[in-house]
């Protein structure tokens, strides 16, 4: 526990760092050359990390989770809808994204008395922050430890400990931390997973995508960007001069000097001749132009895309002429494959936490021979004429049956949607079993009444 508290304590400036830079709240260093000490207080943001970020979670949308032996998976959908698994997963990418990990922590959310398994009672699935939460994790076998939780209540400082068979509450006191509750669940392995994102051998913990050159560069164009205003201080009203002007032409009525500014405004506008009869000549320095400090920030910006994969428009980058569909789709190619990755990466986290969601409802381990597989919206653009000709196609070839759902969903229809052509499909087919039976009939007698029934006549 000392150690995890340690790692936790040791990695925060870490974490809160790419934060700031996440929500554009980070302290630009100033190289003291040509900032002058007046303009200190002015803060630039740029938020490319950001802009980064979001667009690689955002083609991360998790729809839905099922068996893969197309058995009913109703019970996996109940689980997800209760704890609102859909929307809480982009919280946990993003955490992944900005932090280089977020974690799940499984439990029970059941409180109600007696013993026994409670069917009203759904498991507890929650997206933790590692700002809050670390892991202690084993390469080998590739799966967690340990895990501690931190977090202020009533104005104390809690713990929460981990472990494969227990769950340990204890509160900081003065002699140490004392245990207010235990649950001695027996699940035998860790209530905890964690989303790791851009693992290496040597770091399985994962990395941030705002790394250091992200970080580099956003500095770099912040501090352009405040040249720029501080040059719109200094330049935004253009300098002038004047040539053979008398003492007077800078003196109110009174002979006061008058401020620089009445100067410029005023009598610099109306000067009289001199003692000689000669107009003093007034004339105007060049603008500053930022034209030169603009094509600086475009460079970065094209730099930047490159950093974070993202087609250059993305960070504002655009050129005179516009793109084909082809090139657009070109210049999303690497985004695309990146998020393809971090979907193959998750989906095997995500379905690991609904098997220990069920694990933690039945009180026994899901059977091993059936796979949880989880279904993504496709992270690529590919425009709906595409998508319906390839379905079409792969229908015509008959290597798809035309009433199969990987047609639904290869034309793009979300889950919702595939459910109502489900329904559809069905109230369809009932129509045409009544129409069936109908023409099955044996016509009616001629002159019989279709009404009668049979029975003795009345008297």
Not at 158 to 163: A, I
Not at 224 to 238: D, K, T
Not at 447 to 458: E, H, T
């Amino acid at each position: 526990m000392a150690v995890m508290r340690q790692e936790l304590q040791a990695n925060r400036f870490k974490l809160q760092l790419r934060d700031a830079y996440y929500d554009g709240r980070q302290l630009i260093r100033d190289l003291g050359i040509s900032i002058p000490p007046q303009l200190k207080g002015l803060h630039t943001v740029i938020g490319w990390p950001r802009i980064g970020v979001d667009a690689l979670e955002q083609r991360l949308d998790l729809e839905a989770m099922r068996w893969s032996d197309g058995s009913d998976s109703s019970e996996l959908e109940e689980i997800a809808e209760a704890n609102d698994l859909y929307d809480e997963s982009s919280l946990g990418h993003t955490d992944a994204f900005v932090y280089g990990r977020g974690y799940i922590s499984g439990g029970s959310s059941c409180e109600c008395d007696g013993p026994g398994r409670c069917d009203d009672c759904p498991p507890l699935l929650t997206v933790e922050s590692p700002l809050d939460m670390t892991m202690l994790w084993d390469p080998r076998l590739r799966m967690g430890l340990s895990a501690l939780r931190e977090c202020i209540q009533d104005e104390e400082r809690m713990s929460v400990l981990m472990l494969p068979n227990s769950t340990i509450w204890t509160v900081e006191t003065e002699n140490g931390y004392e245990i207010v509750d235990r649950d001695d669940h027996g699940l035998g392995m860790l209530p905890v997973l964690r989303l790791a994102n851009r693992q290496r051998t040597a770091d399985r913990i994962g990395r941030s995508e705002i790394t250091p050159d992200v970080m580099s560069i956003t500095d770099a164009a912040c501090r352009r960007l405040l040249g720029i205003e501080v040059a719109a201080e200094f330049y935004g009203a253009p300098q002038r001069y004047i040539l053979g002007a008398s003492e007077s032409a800078f003196q109110d009525a009174e002979g006061n000097a008058t401020s620089a500014w009445e100067t410029y405004i005023g009598r610099m506008l109306a000067l009289e001749r001199d003692e000689d009869g000669n107009i003093p000549e007034v004339g105007q320095f060049t603008a500053h132009d930022p034209s030169g400090q603009t094509k600086i920030i475009d460079l970065y910006a094209r730099i930047m895309a490159t950093q974070l994969g993202l087609p250059p428009h993305m960070l504002g980058y655009t050129s005179d002429n516009p793109a084909s569909a082809d090139a657009i789709r070109s210049a999303e190619s690497m985004l695309v494959k990146k998020a393809e990755r971090r979907i193959r990466r998750f989906g095997r986290v995500w379905a690991q936490a609904m098997r220990l969601a069920l694990w933690i409802r039945d009180g026994e381990p899901p059977d091993k021979s059936r796979r949880i597989e989880t279904v993504w919206r496709n992270p690529a653009t590919p425009t709906v004429a595409a998508s319906t000709d390839a379905a079409v196609k792969l229908v015509q070839a008959g290597v798809l049956p035309a009433d199969s759902d990987v047609v639904l969903e290869m034309v793009g229809l979300t889950q919702s949607q595939q459910q109502r052509v489900r329904a559809d499909r069905r109230r369809r087919g009932a129509s045409l079993l009544l129409e069936q039976l109908g023409r099955d009939l044996p016509p009616a007698p001629t002159g019989a009444n279709p009404g009668a029934v049979d029975g003795p006549p009345d008297l």
